[in-house]
């Protein structure tokens, strides 16, 4: 599963937006926060944080509504603007470089299990984790779970910001 060259489609669902991302992400969230629970109208979120250039457009456009968030910060939304679906987010903290895909999106979306559990202080009581699953009670530093090399790849996104 560690191959660069594995690639995940996926799109809203009238199908006008389709994407592709072009490897695995850097990491896996499932987020339990009332924001994402709100937003879901589930128990929880499920994003793949990845390189925004690691993500092609293959068929149509997306709109950006800016949207309040949890940090105060606000979070842009890319839903399709036909049937409002929402693909992925950028937030402040990570900015417009990291997307945060929706999963849920992806044509395969059992490929991309959680690699850490967030904000599980607000996690709905049903919702049970298995004991050797990465759970936080809020959230956590990448340099402490992220893999090397996604904290590699994270490098040169911030490097390259710097040279802005
Ligand atoms: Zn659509
Ligand atoms: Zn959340």
Known sequence: MST??????????????????????????????RWCQRETGASFALNALIEADRVQMLQGEVEVINTPSNSGKGQKISRCPKCRIAVWSNYAGAGDAIRFIRVGTLDEPDHLPPDIHIYTASKQPWVSLP??????????????????????????IMARSQKR
């Open 4 to 33: 660069e060259s594995t690639f995940f489609d996926g799109g809203c669902t009238c199908r006008f937006v389709r994407y592709r991302m072009t490897t695995r992400p850097l990491f896996v969230h499932c987020c339990h926060c």
């Open 131 to 156: 004991p050797d699953m990465p759970a936080v009670a809020e959230y956590y530093r990448a340099s402490e779970k992220w893999p090397k090399e996604s904290l590699e790849r994270r490098a040169v």
